[in-house]
């Protein structure tokens, strides 16, 4: 049995098509993934995203148990609102999943993390918490909806007037209170827009109100090609437990200038990474997908995601291979039995609406 | 609501086939399957001259999200691909049964064609196979 989210009456009466997505069945598009994704590129739209989960992690050990759980230092957030992306290790050096920890206050964070990982992750953190002084509280109570695009704060501060001060001054990666909803300045598109948490039982009005304003709803079709573009990691796809964030183009979210110990420290400390993440782009006619053989003169790899990018009207991908391949090389990738040609690009390859490859595309 | 129009003969692999006066036989994707597939953003036709049996994987439609081959309905030769649908892809999810993407020249119609589903039949098997 698919689990649903508060939204999901609104998804069916709005003729989008449902697919199954970590346990959850939630909308794919709602007629056109395409169009969805130049919304979003263009103007706003917006993804029920209330299927992630949000955990928050309370008492006076919360900063120094979150330093210990995760990767990244949550001691660079010194003002409450302000947002981190994290992974969590395991002994291994392997991710467990990755996330955003919101600082919220002393003793107070909320972190949220993905929905097909979330009861282990949970489980996790609480045998990383035993004996600490702090409480984790699922926040199975919250609607989450991301909306997204350059259009998307203005919208948001027109569907919801309370919201515009907020909507007006909050910086990027920061969050704030409107009430019992936090508005955080953040997302999965490469475009400016809000991730807002707020009550379940006043989901369908807020996408109601959204709607009016304009904001077109988009399914996770879309939200996969923006994130894409936007050279940002899959969980599960571009890494996971067998996969250091080393070699997931996840070193910057890796903070070992701290002296504090984390989980997985001393296993990528040993390390010595040989492959790395880079983008492709398919100069040949095609499709990249996950999973694709990549040959470079350095040696092989393997693509970990791959589409169609709809704003640039190439197949572009992420692909793990030799970390002395580099931008600019060629390298050839198997898509159904032919090998064909991509040129390794830096990532992302669109930001705030712009393609940032265009030297790569000639 | 999936549309099968009357007048189509239907394969089970979601191909439609239209006979022409000519004796030819225009092939496209069938309406459920452009939407089972999503938007489309590549094509790889079959050549044109190029002998095809009944069955065979002869093109390539690429959606956002997954290859899906083309089986030949009909045994034959390519006669034309309809390479104009390469700057328009969009036309396949918006009308499937104008798009047509390749015209076959049958050598066993007589045989092949009694094979194919009608619209009714093909309709229930799309049902099953939601």
């Known amino acids: 049995m698919l689990k649903t989210t508060v939204l999901h009456p609104v998804h069916r009466e709005a003729g989008a098509k449902l697919v199954e997505f970590g346990g959850w069945e939630m909308p794919l598009h709602y007629g056109s993934q395409i169009e969805e994704h130049h919304a979003v590129r263009r103007s706003a739209g917006m993804f029920d995203v209330s299927h992630m989960r949000a955990v928050e992690v309370l008492g006076a050990d919360a900063q120094a148990f979150l330093r210990a759980a995760l990767a990244n230092d949550v001691a660079k957030l010194r003002d409450p609102g302000r947002a981190l992306y994290s992974c969590m290790l395991n002994e291994r050096g392997g991710v467990v999943d990755d996330l955003i920890v919101y600082f919220l206050g002393d003793g107070t964070y909320r972190i949220v993390v993905n929905a097909g990982t979330a009861d282990k992750d949970v489980g996790w953190l609480a045998r990383l918490a035993a004996g600490r002084a702090v409480s984790l509280v699922e926040r199975t109570d919250l609607a989450m ?53 707020l009550p379940g039982p006043l989901a369908t009005l807020a996408w109601a109100a959204l709607a009016r304003a304009g904001v077109r709803p988009c399914g996770l079709g879309a939200r996969d090609t923006l994130r894409l573009e936007a050279g940002m990691n899959l969980y599960g796809q571009d890494m996971d437990e067998d996969t250091s964030p080393l070699e997931a183009g996840l070193a910057w979210t890796i903070d070992l200038k701290s002296p504090r110990d984390f989980v997985g420290r001393a296993a990528l400390e040993g390390a010595s990474p040989t492959l790395a993440l880079r983008g492709l782009v398919l100069r040949d006619p095609g499709v990249l997908r996950s999973h694709q ?12 995601s791959g589409t169609f ?27 159904r039995g032919k090998w064909l040609t991509a040129l390794v690009a830096p990532y992302p390859f669109v930001r705030h609406g712009q393609s940032r490859v265009d030297a790569y595309l000639k | 609501m999936i549309k099968t129009p009357q007048e189509l003969k239907y394969a089970k692999t979601h191909e439609w086939v239209r006979q022409e006066a000519d004796g030819t036989a225009v092939v496209g994707i069938t309406d459920f399957a452009q939407e089972a597939l999503g938007d489309i953003v590549f094509l790889e036709l079959p050549e044109v001259g190029r002998k095809v049996k009944a069955g065979e994987a002869c093109a390539v439609v690429e959606s956002v999200k997954a290859a899906s081959d083309i089986y030949a309905p009909l045994s034959g030769e390519i006669v034309a691909a309809n390479s104009d649908l390469a700057d328009a892809l969009e036309r396949v999810n918006q ?6 993407l390749f015209k076959v020249k049958p050598s066993n119609a ?12 093909y309709a229930a098997a799309a049902d099953a196979a939601k």
């Not at chain 1, 350059?150 to 909050?170: D, I, K, N």
């Not at chain 1, 053989?293 to 970990?304: I, K, N, P, S, Y």
């Not at chain 1, 009207?313 to 090389?329: C, F, M, N, Q």
């Not at chain 2, 009308?95 to 047509?100: G, K, L």
């Open chain 1, 145 to 197: 909806i991301a909306v997204q695009g350059p259009e998307a704060r203005s919208c948001a501060g027109q569907a919801f007037p309370g919201l515009q001060a907020v909507a007006e001054t909050l910086r990027p990666f920061s969050a704030a209170f409107h009430r019992d909803w936090l508005v955080a300045r953040t997302g999965y598109t490469g475009e400016d827009g809000f991730e807002i948490m």
């Open chain 1, 293 to 304: 053989r990549v040959r470079a003169a350095q040696g092989d790899g393997l693509t970990t």
């Open chain 1, 309 to 335: 990018s709809p704003t640039l009207g190439r197949s572009i991908a992420l692909a793990r291979v030799p970390a002395a391949v580099e931008s600019g090389d060629t390298v050839a990738v198997e898509i």
């Open chain 2, 95 to 100: 009308d499937a049964y104008a798009a047509w």
């Open chain 2, 110 to 121: 007589a045989a092949e064609l009694g094979g194919l589903l009608d619209a009714a039949g």
